[in-house]
């Protein structure tokens, strides 16, 4: 199927991610943007996202981007990227509440199908690779080739995930083909970090702790540390990644504050144990190798909470 085929009968179309975007969820929803602003000119085309920082800010037209719910309006198609769960909808939840249909283009396995139509293919690198698949490739643009690109080497880690395929290679191939700098975008959009990102994850790094005989570790950023290093969310990409490459490490656990006694917690996985059943126990979700939840208690119950049901993961697998 192509994206084409859904929108002939539309006129108004609103694009939206999830809250606290990662480089697949603006990567995602910018290609579509501009692709859709490069292609169908006659139509009333909005993109909706959270502030993801200046990181992105070589993508086309992100500077469009808004980034409050527009409550009163409803469009013709809301077309819904790179989220699972209804209730992590950014910055438009009474547009997609409103809108006539509303499409979800995802990957997440932990995905139920939360629109009028789904498009989910779970055992895709990105969102950004499923909706490739959904475009017209001779209508891609330049500019939709950087984004698209940037929300592959995101969710892909540059290629290296296990979600990573030969038709994810093929498609970054397609998009380097297009002109774009690769190169800078691999450089300054996924590895550049500020100062202030470096120290925090060294503290973090510092501050870790091993159990299970050294299959898991897990570190706590605190509200306090992150105030004290200057540092937001938006800053703590790429620690529970690192925390992961620990030799010995199958299972790496990153929480950090989002409010008093209520954590954000990151789970990565090596080879073998489902990080998205884990996540899911507590309501959250995700990949097989890369999940996540939120978790509430002091830092001690969240952990031990976890450890239960990943030493009961880890029986699983030796059974």
């Known amino acids: 199927m192509k994206l084409s085929e859904k929108l002939e009968s539309v006129n108004s179309i609103a694009i939206a991610g999830h809250t606290r975007p990662d480089g697949d969820c603006v990567g995602s929803c910018m290609g579509l943007y501009n692709y859709l602003k490069d292609n169908y000119q006659d139509k009333d085309i909005k993109v909706y996202l959270e502030d993801a920082g200046?990181?992105?800010?070589?993508?086309?037209?992100?500077?469009?981007?808004?980034?409050?719910?527009?409550?009163?309006?409803?469009?013709?198609?809301?077309?819904?990227?790179?989220?699972?769960?209804?209730?992590?909808?950014g910055v438009a939840n009474k547009l997609y509440e409103n809108a006539k249909m509303t499409l979800c283009i995802d990957h997440h396995i932990s995905n139920p199908g939360i629109g009028m139509e789904n498009i989910i293919v779970p055992n895709a690198s990105s969102a950004s690779e499923v909706l490739y698949d959904l475009l017209d490739e001779e209508k891609i643009s330049k500019a939709t080739a950087e984004a698209l690109y940037t929300g592959i080497i995101h969710?892909?880690?540059?290629?290296?995930?296990?979600?990573?395929?030969?038709?994810?290679?093929?498609?970054?191939?397609?998009?380097?083909?297009?002109?774009i700098d690769f190169q800078t975008i691999i450089d300054d959009g996924f590895y550049a970090k500020t100062y202030a990102q470096n120290q925090i994850l060294g503290r973090a790094l510092l501050e870790s702790i091993r159990f299970f005989d050294g299959k898991c570790i897990f570190s706590v950023v605190t509200a306090r540390e992150?105030?004290?290093?200057?540092?937001?969310?938006?800053?703590?990409?790429?620690?529970?990644?690192?925390?992961?490459?620990?030799?010995?490490?199958?299972?790496?656990?990153?929480?950090?504050?989002?409010?008093?006694?209520?954590?954000?917690?990151?789970?990565?996985?090596?080879?073998?144990?489902?990080?998205?059943?884990?996540?899911?126990?507590?309501?959250?979700?995700?990949?097989?190798?890369?999940?996540?939840?939120?978790?509430?208690g002091t830092t001690h119950d969240v952990i031990n909470n976890l450890a239960e049901r990943i030493e009961l993961e880890f029986k699983c697998t030796t059974e």
């Open 226 to 296: 992150m105030e004290f290093f200057g540092v937001t969310n938006k800053d703590l990409g790429g620690i529970v990644e690192q925390m992961r490459l620990t030799e010995g490490v199958e299972c790496a656990i990153f929480l950090y504050e989002i409010e008093p006694l209520t954590y954000k917690v990151s789970l990565r996985s090596k080879k073998y144990l489902d990080v998205n059943k884990i996540a899911g126990y507590f309501g959250g979700g995700g990949h097989i190798r890369a999940a996540g939840c939120t978790c509430k």
């Open 54 to 89: 200046t990181v992105f800010s070589y993508i086309n037209r992100i500077d469009e981007a808004i980034d409050e719910d527009d409550e009163e309006s409803q469009v013709d198609l809301f077309i819904l990227i790179d989220t699972s769960d209804l209730e992590r909808i």
């Open 155 to 179: 969710d892909s880690g540059v290629f290296k995930y296990a979600s990573t395929s030969e038709h994810t290679m093929n498609i970054a191939g397609k998009l380097m083909s297009k002109g």
